[in-house]
């Protein structure tokens, strides 16, 4: 049986990941001609004209095509949930085993809402309830459904730098640039006291998770509810098997009071 051609080719499949993938990568061939088979079967049409080439195909049915080979190529064994550190990731079981946006059951799939006026399935009828049109309404009423989300919170990052040198000649630490990074998750953890030279005091610890790709250095501070917190250690940066990217970065937080 002759290969019919992908709807979507190795470029968009790159762009929506992320990746650098070669143009002759045998598995992202192979997703994106899986991909292109399921909205084949689905819109039961080849959109091939009658020498075999590719006609124009609609915007959204290309994009169905790029996400679902993009969930395959991010997660080929269909994981629904993924733990990673302290991260995790939770997919849908119809999402995890790569079906298009917005199916239902077999054989009940319009490609995402189209204009009124068309339908991207071959037979259906306009006015029907299993198409385009039909679902339309629908799909806008939920999506006028406000949802709330966890978006964490904002901490501030001193950028600690070099600066003059004392007496002594030791080079004394001075604050530089603050950056604020957001969608971070902060943890306190239960304090300890301490004495030291006859005088007492306490540390108090605190774990901060940020979002992947942040940077933090061991000469950073915090700044928190207006206290500073050192850098302990080497932040910890996660990176997740079946996402194939980093999912966060853990720093663990001190400061002294006393």
Known sequence: MAVLPALADIDALEAWTGDT????????LAVLAAASALVRSETRRTWLDDMGALVAIPDELGMVVVQVAARRWNNPEGVIQDLTGPFTGRWSERMAAGHPPNRTRAGDLCPPPAPVDRCLVAGHDPAGPRCCRGRLDADRERAAVPVRRMRGEPLTIVRRVEGAADSHG????VDGDT???????????????VTENGRDGATVDATAYLPPGAVVGRRDVFVRGGHRYDVIGEPGVWRSKYR???VGVVVSL???EG
């Open 170 to 173: 030791n080079v004394q630490m």
């Open 179 to 193: 950056v604020t990074i957001g969608g971070c998750a902060w943890a306190p953890a239960a304090g300890s006291d």
């Open 21 to 28: 993938i070669p143009d002759d990568d045998p598995r992202a």
């Open 244 to 246: 194939r990217r980093e």
């Open 254 to 256: 001190s400061r002294s």
